[in-house]
């Protein structure tokens, strides 16, 4: 495979952590409760959530399964509206960000149109949405080579593995150079070293790409490599535990993974996972 | 040396051309015995049928010899061909308008679920109507033309088509609107784009089942009150005691509907180029 070499090599030297071209808050949580009605009465998935998203940084939301973390990201997406509290992406209502194209969603099993190609499923958000669509700096041919796939445009989502798969979701997600990037556990299923790679490489793609990224995972190494912050939630119901700043230098390579600061970063998350 | 490393190292993922050579053949081998076996099957059925014939002395309006079938398949071809005409135009006809009203009517169902609440026991009591008890129902209704025999044949193809139709339009991978939601795609986009696409590996299921049944349709149909078509003719064989013609008809009804379903499978085929990721 040719994807870390492809995406490496894209890898633009971060001067400063806040770049230029990119000021205030991506992301604004005023006290957001989610409440879900099921048969079995109600459920409290989100508790009174407040945070705020440096525009351009990356973002893990982290915790048990049950914390809410998906949901969150969700509200931020506009795809489930808050019971209680106030959201603002970009400065403005999530639905206006979202029709102006400026939230990509990366969900977990890449969720790919299995009757199209890998280049047809990129260039899906082009086609639809009326005068949403619009497509961004990058062609979508550009972006599957950006994601390691040049020579797989036409290839369906069957004949490719599963981190293939999860590459195609990624391209097809800033095919509209979204300002915001949410992934909802996006490697979870893969085996550990196609997600390794993938680690590194999705690094490389923030860095060219310049877009703010909100990521989920329940992995503490993956949160501590790729993120400027990590959000912990608690469980049931799913409220903010604590934000952990990691100040490990840009950028990243996989063996960083074996340092002191590394290994205190993570010891310091479980501490903190522990008592959720 | 070094070659010959790699030549050791390599035989096992790339084949050299003999290898290559000998894969290939044995790839052939395995075709022709996936086809050669059940014609093999059938030629030694047809034998012990005739040899139980001969052993036994069965009397041709109790069970024909197969020769006896033959020779009726070709001398009257005429007769034959001249009713099955009738009964593949009624199946065909049928087959598209059952197929038609099931895909719009699941259109509807999926759309507005009230609709599909009131509606969909109906159909389904409709369904549990045994078609012999349908046909002189619509014959008294239709009178004698084609029509009742159409009507038949589309009510046979309707249920199936509709119910895999309906499951195919909604059992949508539930990303795959949420990721529609998020590009703001309208709902004629998510129908066109998503849940019509989806549904075509469950319609053609239905369709392949709707071949065979349309033409069991019009043949029962056919059964009460018609001169002509494959289910009059085993109609007047069988109270003839033309028990050779009764075989002949049978086979010739059997034939098309087995090229009707082919038919299906071939148009599938194209339409229908990718796996489901689900089933992967």
Known sequence: ???????????????????????????????????????????????????????????????????????????????????????????????????????????????????????????????????????GKRSPQDLLKLV????????????????????????????????????????????????????????????????????????????????????????????????????????????????????????????????? | MTAQVTDTAMSGFVADAEEQARFLARKRQLLWRKRLLPLGAVIALLFLWWAAVVLFDIKPFIAPSPVAVVRVLIQRFDILMANLLPTAVESVCGFLLGNFAAIAIATVFVHKRTAEEAFFPIAVMINTIPVV??????????????????????????????????????????????????????????????RVQNSLPYLFSALKIAASTSVIGAIVGEWIGSTRGIGALIIQATYAFDTPLLYATIAVGSTFSACFFGVIGLIERRVVKWKSERAH
């Open chain 2, 133 to 194: 008890a349908k046909a002189p129902i619509l014959v008294l209704l239709l009178g004698n033309g084609m029509e009742p025999k159409i009507a038949i044949a589309a009510l046979i193809c309707f249920f199936p088509t509709l119910v895999n139709m309906v499951r195919g339009l909604q059992d949508v991978n539930p990303q795959s609107l949420e990721l529609m939601r998020v590009l703001s795609a309208s709902q004629r986009e998510v129908f066109f784009k998503i």
């Open chain 1, 1 to 135: 495979m040719t994807a870390s070499v492809a995406i490496g090599g894209l890898g633009v030297s971060r001067a400063a952590p806040a770049r230029a071209g990119v000021a205030g808050d991506a992301v604004r949580c005023d006290g957001v409760s989610v409440r879900f009605t099921t048969e079995r009465g109600t459920v409290t998935a989100l508790d009174g959530v407040s945070l705020t998203i440096r525009a351009g940084s990356f973002l893990t939301l982290l915790g048990p399964s049950g914390c809410g973390k998906s949901t969150l990201l969700r509200v931020i997406a506009d795809l489930v509206a808050p019971s209680a509290g106030g959201v603002a992406v970009l400065g403005d209502r999530p639905e206006v960000a979202r029709r102006n194209r400026d939230i990509g969603f990366v969900f977990q099993d890449a969720a790919l149109l299995p009757w199209r190609t890998a280049l047809q499923n990129v260039t899906l958000p082009l086609e639809v949405g009326g005068s949403a669509a619009r497509p």
């Open chain 1, 148 to 276: 390691g796939l040049g020579g797989w445009e036409n290839a369906f989502p069957h004949e490719l593995s599963g981190g293939m798969r999860q590459r195609v979701a990624i391209a097809r997600a800033l095919v509209s150079d979204p300002k915001l990037l949410l992934m909802d556990e996006p490697f979870g299923a893969l085996d550990e070293i196609t997600r390794d790679r993938l680690n590194e490489e999705l690094l490389g793609v923030w860095e060219s790409t310049g877009t703010t990224i909100v990521f989920v995972t329940h992995s503490i190494y993956e949160a501590v490599f790729l993120s400027q912050q990590v959000l912990v939630l608690a469980a049931r119901p799913g409220r903010v535990r604590e934000l952990v700043d990691i100040d490990l230098p840009l950028p990243r390579q996989l063996g960083m993974r074996e340092t002191p600061e590394f290994v205190r970063l993570a010891g310091r998350l479980r501490q903190i996972l522990e008592t959720c």
